[in-house]
Antibody, heavy 117, light 109 residues
Framework: QVQLQESGPGLVKPSQTLTLTCTVS??????????WSWIRQHPGKGLEWIGY???????YYSPSLKSRVTISVDTSQNQFSLKLSSVTAADTAVYYC?????????WGQGARVTVSA | EIVLTQSPATLSLSPGERATLSCRAS??????LAWFQQKPGQAPRLLIY???RRATGIPARFSGSGSGTDFTLTISSLEPEDFAVYYC???????????FGGGTKVEIK
């Protein structure tokens, strides 16, 4: 059974960089069949796709966040990470990592991140 | 960007009733559409993919239909655990791009 688990600070100061890591167990990121994504959900709102990375390192980001987002992969640790720079209160959300093979079939439980001084 | 519009925003029904949820795309997405269920405090769960295929372990009371720009998720007889928010998602232009709809909340009447 594939499992994903987000980890990282729950509180980030404005203008700083939000960093989250997703650890995958029960399957290898390097298998090559899947894309590994980050999705966020603002409080009481819908889902917003942030971007994805393939095990090879190729990535794609949502145009609305592209200038501030970096997703990286560490196949040796079976992890992938999200960096979102210059955060504001508008980046306060629950951040999910997910596995994607056309569709998102496995999700992490979500990491709540608050941007506040 | 392909925009997905879900309706209604809220659906108030009683257990045992039939639920019909709509998702309309701003342009054709062929059959490349999925439905997710999300309960409070939980991650979304994949219900339907490719418009009409049930994901593993999803009960038969959930069905999806449609193609092109108009899609429907039907729950034939609502169980207490089905009251949740439902999202559609398209992957017509994926990779790289994909989008989610705004969601429909199915609440107990």
């Amino acid at each position: 059974q594939v499992q994903l688990q987000e980890s990282g600070p729950g509180l980030v100061k404005p203008s700083q960089t939000l960093t989250l890591t997703c650890t995958v167990s029960g399957g290898s990121i390097s298998s090559g069949h899947y894309y590994w994504s980050w999705i966020r959900q603002h409080p009481g709102k819908g889902l917003e796709w942030i971007g994805y990375i393939y095990y090879s390192g190729s990535s794609y980001y949502s145009p609305s966040l592209k200038s501030r987002v970096t997703i990286s992969v560490d196949t040796s640790q079976n992890q992938f990470s999200l960096k979102l720079s210059s955060v504001t209160a508008a980046d306060t959300a629950v951040y999910y990592c997910a596995r994607q093979n056309a569709y998102f079939d496995y999700w992490g439980q979500g990491a709540r991140v608050t941007v506040s001084a | 960007e392909i925009v997905l519009t879900q309706s209604p925003a809220t659906l108030s029904l009683s257990p045992g009733e039939r639920a019909t949820l709509s998702c309309r795309a701003s342009q054709s997405v062929s059959h490349y559409l999925a439905w997710f269920q999300q309960k409070p405090g939980q991650a979304p769960r994949l219900l339907i993919y490719d418009a009409s295929r049930r994901a593993t372990g999803i009960p038969a009371r959930f069905s999806g239909s449609g193609s092109g720009t108009d899609f429907t998720l039907t729950i034939s007889s609502l169980e207490p655990e089905d009251f949740a928010v439902y999202y559609c998602q398209q992957r017509f232009n994926w990779p790289p791009a994909l989008t989610f709809g705004g969601g429909t909340k199915v609440e107990i009447k």
